[in-house]
């Protein structure tokens, strides 16, 4: 079972950066995709970006494209989310999650989880 741990969250004004990781343990499945994904309170989970194993292939939701970069280093098991421009809509709590199954872009499609990282954005 492959453990996964978010962390770079945090509070920050809006306009500013933040950069999350997440951190992958007790790989056994080396080739998979590696998606981002947010929640705020009272709403559905949304799909914020993926991208695939060599990372040929990446995605972005069209609210985050242009300020969101996605990014991985294989030989650490890390996956990142640099946020840049960040707005007080960007407040929710991140999840990062695996899948074997393709670079999909919804959460259905993932069955590796993270417990998530809370990033708020203040006005």
């Known amino acids: 079972q492959v453990q996964l741990a978010e962390s770079g969250g945090g509070l920050v004004q809006a306009g500013g950066s933040l950069r999350l990781a997440c951190a992958a343990s007790g790989r056994t499945f080396s080739r998979y995709t590696s998606g981002w994904f947010r929640q705020a309170p009272g709403k559905e989970r949304e799909f914020v970006a993926a991208?695939?194993?060599?990372?040929?292939?990446?995605r972005y939701a069209g609210s985050v494209k242009g300020r969101f970069t996605i990014s991985r280093d294989n030989a650490k098991n890390t996956v990142y989310l640099q946020m840049n421009s960040l707005n007080p809509e960007d407040t929710a709590i991140y999840y990062c999650a695996e899948t074997s199954l393709g670079i999909g872009s919804t959460q259905y499609e993932y069955s590796n989880w993270g417990e998530g990282t809370q990033v708020t954005v203040s006005s």
């Open positions: 991208i695939s194993w060599s990372g040929g292939s990446i």
